[in-house]
């Protein structure tokens, strides 16, 4: 597995990038808002970041018409923006499934609709080809409720 721990200075960036945006713009607008502003910021703050990346998607060696895109990358981070009530299990499966599609070790899943900023960390294992959600020093979270955290009981 990767060190997850040479990520954490880019997160608190980035985790820091987010917070400010929420600050100025408050709560409860449109994604793509966040999106702008987001990348903006982070080009303030000196960090590169690509807007809006497409995913090749596979489907027995063949290339799909069908392309994802990503909201932000900044190097090896994907940075997945919400602008919702509330995170649901379908926010982190998008997330973990784009990590599984690039190889990206890092996600954030980043939500602006909610009176205060949330954020969780994810990390992705190829070897194992799983996603976990991870600490601010970037350590996995053994008592995570993975049973939770990704199945939608509202759509079963």
Sequence with gaps: MVDLSKYANKVYKIIGS?????????????????????????????????????????????????????????GDIIVELKSVTSLASAHRAQLCNYLRLTRKPIGLLINFGEESLIGERWAYDEDTNECFIVDRSMKPIDDADYAELLDDEDNN
Excluded: C, F, P
Aim: aromatic fraction near 8%; hydrophobic fraction near 40%; avoid cysteine.
């Design 18 to 74: 987010a917070m400010t945006v929420h600050s100025e713009m408050g709560w409860g607008l449109l994604e793509q808002v966040y999106q702008e502003a987001l990348h903006l910021e982070l080009l303030d703050r000196g960090l590169a970041n690509e807007r809006e990346q497409e995913i090749e998607i596979y489907y027995k060696k063949h290339i799909l018409e069908k392309k994802y895109r990503m909201d932000i990358v900044v």
